[in-house]
């Protein structure tokens, strides 16, 4: 999942003073910024930034160190507002990292961890240079791990994976997709389950994507507050070649009204887009891709186990409707899905 960090220029500015703590910062940055799984939040007027990127430069104006130079660089992007991973808040920072942080917390913004060798907040754990940039990095390494989701209590006790219930599923979706105006949802199978030809599967498998639907949402649901833009999810579903040739374009319409009246009529806080592609599988002559199961946006996203919405399972045995054992696992811009080249549109909407 995305990390979310707050700098602390007091203390940074200090590290910069002195030219070995001031390469160790120098490093972080430079890790920070070939780490796709952080977001460095930012106060309203971008000071902090601007006041280390002032040190750096003051410190170091004439000094031929190239690590002091891509450092100057990252933080140079920052200050402009042009680093991709980065977040703009409506905070200002005032000089007071407590009382910024404090104001953070109280807009619900999902803050991890502050650089810093000051306890800044009881809640949020703050990690100096010196001490533990190791733990940094590890911290980050283990987010971008495959993670496996459940609620079977033999599988959290296992201490060699990364297991999560659904609850804390809930906040890693949260403090990855917070500050994002658009998300995607790549579902090759979403048409196919939908409108599966076994009414038990058909009435099933809508209600099961009903429930993950409606699990997806309550964890955005807070995003508009924190962008104030509305949020727009992309549904992107395929259909085989030869359903579109022999059947879809008997009944694809209607279909695809039905569906796009499905998602609509869960949550009437977001804005909706459905696209239907051509999905070949992939082989020697075809671009394709076996299922997609994917969840992404500009800040990174995941490959899911499932499709990102299809967490529930149905069994009259054990009692109906029940959360069944899914995964993810952090994927980069370089690893997001380009369903473009899989196939053409044969339908969206909205058309």
Not at 29 to 54: A, E, G, V, Y
Not at 114 to 143: A, T, W
Not at 268 to 295: A, P
Request: proline share 2%; glycine share 4%; net charge negative.
């Amino acid at each position: 999942m995305n990390i979310n960090i707050i700098l602390d220029p007091e203390y940074i500015c200090k590290e910069l003073s002195e030219e070995t703590s001031a390469l160790r910062v120098c490093n972080l940055f430079m890790m920070l910024k070939h780490k796709s799984n952080i977001i460095i939040i930012q106060d309203k007027d971008k000071k902090i930034t601007k006041n280390i990127l002032h040190q750096l430069a003051y410190n170091f104006e004439n000094m031929e160190n190239q690590d002091f130079i891509d450092a100057q660089i990252f933080i140079t992007e920052l200050a402009k507002g042009t680093n991709q991973y980065d977040f703009i808040t409506d905070e200002p920072h005032q000089e007071d990292m407590k009382k910024f942080i404090q104001n953070l917390k109280n807009k619900n913004y999902p803050l991890k961890f502050v650089i810093s060798d000051k306890d800044l907040d009881q809640d949020i754990k703050s990690y100096s240079i010196d001490k533990n940039f190791g733990e940094i990095v590890k911290l980050l390494e283990k987010h971008s791990k495959k993670h496996i989701v459940t609620d079977n209590e033999e599988l959290k006790n296992d201490k060699k994976t990364n297991v999560v219930n659904f609850d804390e599923y809930k906040k890693i979706l949260f403090h990855t997709f917070w500050c994002s105006d658009e998300i995607t949802i790549v579902a090759k199978e979403f048409y196919d389950g939908f409108f599966n030809k076994e009414n038990f599967f058909r009435t099933s498998n809508r209600r099961r994507y009903e429930e993950g639907f409606k699990f997806l949402f309550e964890c955005f649901k807070e995003i508009e507050k924190l962008t104030k833009k509305k949020l727009l999810i992309k549904i992107i579903s395929g259909l085989k070649p030869k359903y579109i040739r022999e059947v879809f374009k008997f009944e694809g319409k209607k279909n695809v009204d039905e569906l796009f009246d499905f998602i609509n009529q869960i949550n009437k806080n977001f804005s909706f887009e459905l696209r239907l592609i051509r999905w070949d599988v992939g082989d020697e002559i075809e671009i394709g891709e076996g299922h997609g199961r994917r969840i992404y946006s500009d800040y990174g996203g995941f490959d899911t186990g499932y499709m990102p919405f299809e967490i529930h399972g149905e069994n009259p045995k054990k009692g109906g409707i029940f959360t069944k054992d899914t995964n993810f696992a952090w994927i980069d811009e370089e690893s997001i899905l380009d369903w473009t080249k899989i196939g053409n549109i044969i339908s969206s909407r909205p058309s």
